[in-house]
């Protein structure tokens, strides 16, 4: 999974569908729409937004024993999912409260399965980002001695499994050879270190970058919260920013929930 941002420009909130899901007409009937909302709820939670040929009547071995939270998300079909604008993902961001952003259900479902199947074919999530996406090898081990000292010891690239947000806005992680001090119980980042990430966010995005301010925010998941606990990422979020922008950042980088073509 600190900001450098002012009011962003408002963006209107929608909703995702598949192309599975039932969409409100002038044409449904009422009768219609209670049938379908009951036959939904008679649908168990690992064949939510599956087609009818490809449910099963076992669930998946990536989809046993999830968390609440993830069991709640999944068995939310994707037309009841309100995707988050702008303003939604500031508010989350500036009350420090990363544990709230959610996937679109089917996204989350894909997620599941992608790493499920990862951690058969590496091991483990960050053996495959280590070889794979970054190219690093443990133990890493940073070139400078202080954040931010060498370029070689960072790497920018998109978020593979972004969340359920305005397509305007493009999800990156930065990822890092070297530790930020982080504290408390949930693991926090201490005051100086969110300082110092938070100046290198403006330098890269805002001065450098060319974003206002008010496009660009960043924050780093509570250390309880990352999938990824081993190799050190905090996210920036930037609000419409240009492609050439975005390629020049991550090298043209393209996350793999875009390349990667998984059953459902």
């Not at 409100?24 to 937004?49: A, G, H, L």
């Amino acid at each position: 999974m600190g900001s450098t941002s002012d009011d962003p420009p408002m963006a209107s909130t929608t909703n995702t569908t598949n192309g599975d899901a039932t969409t409100s007409s002038p044409n449904v009937t009422n009768s219609s729409e209670k049938q379908s909302r009951k036959d939904e709820e008679d649908i168990p939670y690992w064949n939510v937004n599956v087609p009818p040929h490809l449910r099963t009547q076992a669930c998946p071995s990536y989809l046993l024993n999830l968390n609440p939270k993830d069991l709640s998300i999944i068995s939310t079909p994707d037309s009841h999912y309100e995707i988050e604008s702008w303003p939604t993902v500031l508010s989350k961001i500036r009350s420090y409260r990363p544990d709230l952003f959610q996937r679109i259900p089917s996204d989350l479902r894909r997620y599941h399965e992608f790493c499920y199947n990862i951690k058969q074919q590496y091991g483990s999530v960050m053996n495959f980002i280590l070889s794979q996406r970054l190219g690093w090898e443990h133990p890493i081990i940073p070139k400078g001695d202080e954040p931010f000292e060498c370029e070689e010891d960072v790497k920018i690239l998109r978020n593979d499994w972004p969340y359920g947000i305005d397509g305007k806005i493009v999800h990156l992680v930065v990822w890092v050879k070297f530790e930020l001090e982080a504290e408390g119980e949930k693991g926090d980042l201490t005051e100086k270190e969110t300082k110092v990430v938070g100046e290198w966010v403006r330098k890269k995005f805002v001065v450098e970058g060319g974003l206002e301010e008010g496009r660009v925010v960043w924050f780093r998941n509570w250390t309880c919260l990352k999938s990824v606990k081993s190799v050190e990422h905090f996210h920036v979020m930037l609000f419409d920013p240009d492609k050439e922008l975005v390629d020049g950042l991550t090298g043209g980088d393209v996350p793999l929930c875009e390349r990667v073509k998984l059953s459902i």
